[in-house]
């Protein structure tokens, strides 16, 4: 997309292009607007000077890997940067051949319910995510002349599971039969799930130094990604956090010690099927283990737990994810207190048969 600059009596030109892998700003002077205006048009269409406008050139796939090369993938963990690489083996699959130029929303919408059919709604959305940042930075580059997916909506038309939360009732149940039988390490990493809301590479990477038993806490500094299989970086900074933990389950732990660190008996899938097995016994609907950390949040913030300390216990960036993420659990603690709000009102002295109005 071409600027343009008033200098003096003249007026200067400025168009984004480039050159081999490199995006860089051209610029030329002109006497008049009207002839600046003429060669922009003709260079963003055309080759110009040895030239070339990457937004009649590049396609999005190319455009993509540039992109993750250059922003993404110095900024990420290892495992991170494996997504990225699927998804843009996804972005090949879809967009091969189509130009920058080319895109626009019914196209792009297109695709992505193309993509809809074969794919669970979560695995949708975090793809289209991803893609979405893309063409945001194109246009910002000048690659894209505008917005073209703010309109498009991810249709999925498969089913997947859906996000699982314990009920109160059942959060005792399985943490009560969790304290009466650590008899794998799988058990043990069950239980820290459902006691801390940490995440799945968080709880195989704890050791025992970062137990503090007299401090009853667990320091969460490093991750373990069974993508690349070796110890990472957390998520994000907001992730070095230190979580509290009761008496009880500090005993516990270093009852157990000897199961730390999980990673060292881990393979893909093995809490999952041994939390299956577990849940199937105490009769509690289907979960998967990442929703013992949804269940965990959901459990504190049901019992009036803020939601800023919820957000830090998580590690979550900012309140505004924990929001997003546990809307539904607020929204029913929100008609609770309503629904008790106006029982109060309902029972006050002055509301009472036979009370007289003292309006």
Known sequence: MASFEKRGK???????????????????????????????????????????????????????????????????????????????????????????????????????DEYGKTVAPATLSKFWDIVKSCLRDAQIDGLIKKDIWTRVKTHSTKSGADKGVLSATDFSK???????????????????????????GEIAAITLDDIDFKKNTINISKSYSIAVQKLTETKN???????????????????NSDYLPLYSHYYNRQFSRRLKDIIDALDIPHLRFHDLRHSHASFLLYNDVSIDYVSKR?????????????????KEKETEQ??????????????????????
């Open 10 to 112: 003249k007026w200067r030109a400025i168009v984004s292009a480039i050159e081999g892998v490199n995006r860089v700003k051209r610029s030329k002077t002109f006497k008049t607007k009207k002839e600046a205006t003429e060669w922009a048009i003709k260079v963003e269409n055309s080759k110009v000077d040895g030239y070339t406008i990457s937004r009649a050139t590049i396609t999005l796939p190319e455009y993509f890997l540039e992109w993750y090369e250059r922003y993404r993938k110095p900024n990420i963990r290892e495992s991170t940067q494996m997504r990225y690489i699927s998804e843009y083996n996804r972005v090949k699959i879809l967009f091969e051949g189509v130009k920058l130029e080319q895109l626009n929303t019914p196209l792009v919408q297109d695709k992505l």
């Open 174 to 200: 399985l943490q009560s039969y969790l304290y009466d039988h650590i008899d794998t390490n799988s058990d043990l990493g069950i239980l820290i799930a459902l006691e801390t809301g940490a995440r799945l």
């Open 237 to 255: 900074m907001q992730s070095h956090r230190i979580i509290a933990i009761t008496e009880q389950f500090s005993k516990l732990l270093h009852d």
């Open 314 to 330: 998580l590690g979550h960036k900012n309140t505004r994810i924990t929001l997003d993420v546990y809307a539904h659990m607020l």
């Open 338 to 359: 309503s629904t008790m709000a106006l029982k109060f009102l309902s029972s006050s002295p002055q509301m009472s048969p036979g009370s007289k109005n003292n309006a």
